[in-house]
């Protein structure tokens, strides 16, 4: 799948002065996967990009994923949909949204011409079930299958490029992690004498294996140059605490740049404690990606 011409790529990179860093003899730079497509951003259209190359290859002309009512990948499969010419049908966690106003998330998802099939969490649960596949392609037709959050094998090879576009002297790369499909591939596209680093902004502590289980579907193994912090969630996927919002107040007036709360936020929060531990050695360089 070719790139469009509004996909910026590679995307920029930029070193943030921050004494926080700088005391420890630490670098660090914002690598801005979110100023990748405005409506493509950041790991999103690096994990569909692949994906989507199949989908054409395959002579598919429907894309079919899942996702809850707030999903980020909803919203970039419906956006790639429309940008490159599939329809798109989006599986929505929750019956009780039947009749409901939509939220923003999914008013752009149809505003995109994605189809909105709403189920109960009973059925969402069957959604790697291949005869729930096989009802789905009764009712919809034909489709490509895109798995919840977007992480697959050609994900996992469509983030394994990231690390090619950086050309400053670094030494870790570090993403929030979801699914771990994001970290798997950076991992796996590293030069060697380079780790990766994941925070994780779920609880649960299950993301080391959901990485390693990404990279042999994509690889055949598993690398041993990533890890992932899981102390840093403040109470799990979409939960704040008034110590991370106080955080990105603090980094948007330092810097001019707005972390999300749910996954920037917390990476950025993660990667300044770690560094006022003491936990980088000095002259580290470090990339952050903001993906959202």
Same mark, same amino acid.
């Given at each position: 799948? +070719?790139?469009?011409?509004?996909? $910026?790529?590679?995307?920029?990179?930029?070193?943030?002065?921050?004494?926080?860093? #700088? +005391?420890? &003899?630490?670098?660090?730079?914002?690598?801005?996967?979110?100023?990748? %497509?405005?409506?493509?951003?950041?790991?999103?259209? /690096?994990?569909?990009?692949?994906?989507?190359?199949?989908?054409?290859?395959? &002579?598919?002309?429907?894309?079919?994923?899942?996702?809850?009512?707030?999903?980020?990948?909803?919203?970039?499969?419906?956006?790639?949909?429309?940008?490159? &010419?599939?329809?798109?049908?989006?599986?929505? $966690?929750?019956?009780?949204?039947?009749? /409901?106003?939509?939220?923003?998330?999914?008013?752009? !998802?149809?505003?995109?011409?994605?189809?909105?099939?709403?189920?109960?969490?009973?059925?969402?649960?069957? $959604?790697?079930?291949?005869?729930?596949?096989?009802?789905?392609?009764?009712?919809?037709? =034909?489709?490509?299958?895109?798995?919840?959050?977007?992480?697959?094998?050609?994900?996992?090879?469509?983030?394994?490029?990231?690390?090619?576009?950086?050309?400053?002297?670094?030494?870790?790369? !570090?993403?929030?992690?979801?699914?771990?499909?994001?970290?798997?591939?950076? !991992?796996?596209?590293?030069?060697?004498?380079?780790?990766?680093?994941?925070?994780?902004?779920?609880?649960?502590?299950?993301? +080391?294996?959901?990485? #390693?289980?990404?990279?042999?579907?994509?690889?055949?193994?598993?690398? #041993?140059?990533? /890890?992932?912090?899981?102390? *840093?969630?403040?109470?799990?996927?979409? /939960?704040?605490?008034? @110590?991370?919002?106080? *955080?990105?107040? =603090?980094?948007?007036? $330092? %810097?001019?740049?707005?972390?999300?709360?749910?996954?920037?936020?917390?990476?950025?929060?993660?990667?300044?404690?770690?560094? @006022?531990?003491? #936990?980088?050695?000095?002259?580290?360089?470090?990339?952050?990606?903001?993906?959202?």
């Amino acid at each position: 799948m +070719s790139d469009s011409p509004e996909v $910026r790529v590679p995307s920029p990179l930029a070193e943030l002065t921050d004494e926080r860093f #700088a +005391s420890r &003899g630490v670098r660090l730079w914002l690598k801005r996967d979110d100023l990748i %497509h405005p409506e493509l951003p950041g790991n999103k259209w /690096r994990k569909l990009k692949h994906n989507l190359a199949d989908a054409r290859a395959g &002579g598919h002309r429907t894309l079919l994923t899942f996702g809850g009512a707030y999903s980020n990948h909803i919203r970039a499969t419906a956006a790639a949909g429309a940008l490159y &010419g599939f329809a798109t049908v989006g599986v929505i $966690r929750g019956d009780e949204l039947v009749g /409901r106003p939509l939220n923003p998330s999914l008013a752009f !998802a149809a505003a995109r011409g994605m189809r909105l099939v709403f189920v109960d969490r009973g059925t969402y649960r069957r $959604r790697a079930d291949p005869d729930f596949a096989a009802e789905l392609a009764a009712a919809h037709g =034909d489709f490509f299958l895109l798995p919840e959050g977007g992480s697959n094998a050609a994900a996992v090879r469509g983030c394994a490029e990231l690390p090619a576009e950086i050309d400053v002297e670094h030494h870790v790369v !570090a993403v929030a992690c979801g699914t771990g499909g994001t970290l798997a591939g950076i !991992a796996a596209g590293l030069a060697p004498a380079r780790t990766a680093l994941g925070v994780a902004v779920l609880k649960g502590g299950f993301l +080391s294996g959901e990485v #390693a289980a990404s990279q042999h579907a994509a690889y055949g193994r598993a690398t #041993a140059n990533w /890890r992932v912090e899981d102390d *840093f969630h403040h109470g799990g996927y979409a /939960r704040t605490t008034p @110590e991370l919002l106080h *955080f990105i107040d =603090d980094f948007r007036a $330092r %810097h001019g740049v707005a972390p999300d709360e749910t996954y920037v936020g917390k990476l950025l929060y993660a990667l300044t404690a770690l560094a @006022e531990r003491g #936990a980088f050695p000095p002259g580290t360089g470090i990339v952050a990606v903001k993906t959202g």
